[in-house]
């Protein structure tokens, strides 16, 4: 193996598993593609997560962890602790770098493919930060793909415990919860305010350059700015030459997708963009995947009327 690691977390089994590990695999075959959780996928080292959660900067994080947010807190703490585990994973394995996808997004593209058009800074991190104000509260940016040297995580997770731990900082997160409940505070929030104080450390992903991009989600026809991608389908319109993605703006200017996100109802669509070989149990995910898909659009039909 000589490309960073891409590593995923996901403590439950899940029908889409499958598709999003042997999509990277496929992807970027050079990379080790590692599960952490309880539900391993035949083909595919899977490391429990038990092996991580003793981690020192973890407990750190629990003892100053407030929940803030309209989600359940064992899910929001989780999301915050996958960071951690991370780091801890990275640190004991002597890695420099590695590249974190959630369980829903399909990738396209080696690590290295991804840093010829969004080159990550010595120590940095890329990941996907959409345009706002920070007046508006929004404060939002996601890892769903996301690619870490161990530095910038190393500070990632030191900045976290900082955000709850020093009053100053958690002054931010009561605010954002007091004014802007609408998602709360999450592992989101600080990913953005952590970009927002080292803007030359963290290099957006969402942000299209020489023609090339990551998708943020692919529900939505924003990404870095709003209303930038044309739909089709309730999606992303998106068109296939071979393994290649495209994506396209409003204007019809073609975009090269390294990435697709399939957040949310988004994963009953996501056998239809799978590019990578066949597994066991395949053809039964892909049918039940399309029955549920079609039975959905016409519930919405029916409320429609």
């Given at each position: 193996m000589t490309s960073p690691p891409v590593v995923f977390f996901h403590r439950n089994w899940s029908w889409y598993l499958p598709y999003?590990?042997?999509?990277?695999?496929?992807?970027?075959?050079?990379?080790?593609?590692?599960?952490?959780?309880?539900a391993p996928v035949p083909g595919f080292p899977c490391l429990p997560l038990k092996d991580l959660e003793r981690s020192e900067r973890a407990a750190a994080f629990r003892r100053v962890y407030r929940h803030m947010s309209p989600n359940p807190e064992p899910y929001e703490l989780f999301c915050f602790l996958r960071w951690f585990y991370l780091l801890e994973l990275m640190e004991a394995r002597g890695l420099s770098k590695a590249m974190h996808l959630?369980?829903?997004?399909?990738?396209?593209?080696?690590?290295?493919?991804?840093?010829?058009?969004?080159?990550?800074?010595?120590?940095?991190?890329?990941?996907?930060?959409?345009?706002?104000?920070?007046?508006?509260?929004?404060?939002?940016?996601?890892?769903?793909v996301g690619l870490f040297t161990v530095e910038a995580l190393r500070a990632l997770c030191d900045f976290a415990v900082a955000s709850y731990a020093e009053p100053a900082r958690l002054a931010q997160y009561e605010h954002k919860w007091k004014h802007h409940g609408y998602g709360g505070v999450c592992d989101m929030t600080t990913l953005y305010l952590f970009a927002r104080e080292q803007p030359g450390r963290v290099v957006n992903l969402a942000e299209a350059r020489g023609g090339v991009v990551m998708d943020h989600n692919v529900n939505l026809p924003d990404n870095h700015g709003e209303?930038?991608?044309?739909?089709?389908?309730?999606?992303?319109?998106?068109?296939?030459?071979?393994?290649?993605?495209?994506?396209?703006?409003?204007?019809?200017?073609?975009?090269?997708?390294?990435?697709?996100?399939?957040?949310?109802?988004?994963?009953?669509?996501?056998?239809?963009?799978?590019?990578?070989?066949?597994?066991?149990?395949?053809?039964?995910?892909?049918?039940?995947?399309?029955?549920?898909?079609?039975?959905?659009?016409?519930?919405?039909?029916?409320?429609?009327?």
């Open positions: 999003v590990l042997h999509q990277a695999r496929a992807a970027s075959p050079g990379s080790e593609v590692l599960l952490v959780g309880e959630d369980s829903d997004f399909l990738l396209y593209a080696s690590p290295e493919a991804v840093e010829r058009t969004h080159p990550i800074p010595p120590g940095g991190a890329g990941y996907s930060i959409p345009a706002q104000t920070h007046e508006s509260l929004a404060w939002h940016a996601s890892a769903h209303g930038e991608y044309q739909l089709e389908g309730g999606l992303k319109r998106v068109a296939f030459d071979g393994d290649r993605a495209t994506v396209f703006r409003t204007d019809g200017t073609p975009v090269q997708a390294l990435g697709l996100h399939f957040q949310g109802s988004g994963k009953l669509s996501l056998p239809r963009f799978y590019r990578g070989p066949g597994f066991p149990g395949k053809a039964l995910s892909d049918l039940n995947a399309g029955f549920k898909r079609v039975t959905r659009r016409v519930k919405r039909a029916i409320r429609g009327r």
